[in-house]
């Protein structure tokens, strides 16, 4: 069985000027990190970016949408199709994020729509999911996730394409992380979850990364639980330390 590849994804958010955005590029090319088959690294600029950035970038990491379209492109003023991803060569989308689901008010339903959409175009996709402070503090985290989960199973069937990424609302941005402990417990419930409901092989072979306030500093210590598969990274993603949970990589490579 080939291990679950390691992933770092660097989602930049509502950020950036063009200036900006060659200075992050610059810092990502000269970086040393573990080679391709260590790590996959992804990165998430504003639509607007997409394509400097893909121009840019050192060949081995690739771009990621932010987000896109629910279904084929059209009358729809002010989207973003999947099928004009794919015409640019971008080849992941962000689907989901906490922030399209609070401030959006994207639904589990419409989430699980686009996942399946972006698949059936051709396009590889981080799906987030993740509970919020107070269904935390209710004891139900792990229903919440369950359910966010069971959506996106029940569009899809094949998950070879999928990147699961958990990330805490209240973790993220906040600078509150969850423990390593705490990711793990839900990582591995969530594994849990795939093997009862959609099979064994698609548990086993799925990444599930951790996003939520991921620095330099706890990276490899989240990177050691057995069932984190790599990190969705905010904030620091910006910063030279993405380069440092990029290396976090090797964590796994040497237990």
């Known amino acids: 069985m080939m291990g679950r590849k390691f992933f770092v994804g660097g989602n930049w958010k509502c950020n950036g000027t063009t200036e900006e955005v060659n200075k992050i590029v610059s810092t990502l090319n000269a970086g040393e990190v573990p080679s391709p088959d260590v790590v996959e690294v992804v990165v998430s600029p504003p639509f607007l970016f997409l394509p400097l950035v893909k121009t840019s ?9 932010q987000n896109c379209w629910v279904k084929k492109g059209g009358a729809f003023t002010g989207e973003v199709s999947a099928e004009m991803l794919v015409n640019l ?7 989901g994020h906490s922030e399209r689901r609070l401030i959006l ?8 729509d686009k996942v399946a959409y972006a698949l059936s175009q051709g396009l590889k996709v981080i799906a987030c999911i993740g509970e919020t402070l107070e269904q935390r503090e209710a004891g139900s985290t792990v229903a919440v996730v369950a359910e ?11 998950w070879t394409n999928v990147v699961l990424a958990y990330e805490p609302v209240w973790a993220i ?4 992380v969850a423990t390593p402990a705490q990711a793990q417990e839900v990582h591995f419930e969530l594994r849990k979850w795939l093997q009862a409901n959609v099979s064994p092989e698609v548990a086993e072979s799925t ?5 939520g306030s991921v620095t330099a500093a706890n990276c490899k210590e989240l990177a050691a639980q057995p069932d984190v598969d790599g990190f969705l990274v905010g904030g620091a993603s910006l910063k ?12 796994k490579k040497n237990a």
């Not at 008010?105 to 699980?112: G, I, K």
């Open 57 to 65: 970038l050192r060949p081995e990491f690739q771009v990621a949408a």
């Open 89 to 95: 060569s971008i080849p992941w989308v962000i689907i």
């Open 207 to 211: 990444r599930i990364i951790y996003g």
């Open 105 to 112: 008010m994207e639904s589990n339903e419409f989430v699980a």
């Open 240 to 251: 030279p330390e993405f380069i440092d949970i990029i290396k976090s990589a090797e964590v």
């Open 148 to 158: 966010q989960t069971k959506a996106i199973a029940a569009k899809i069937s094949d």
């Open 173 to 176: 941005g906040t600078g509150k």
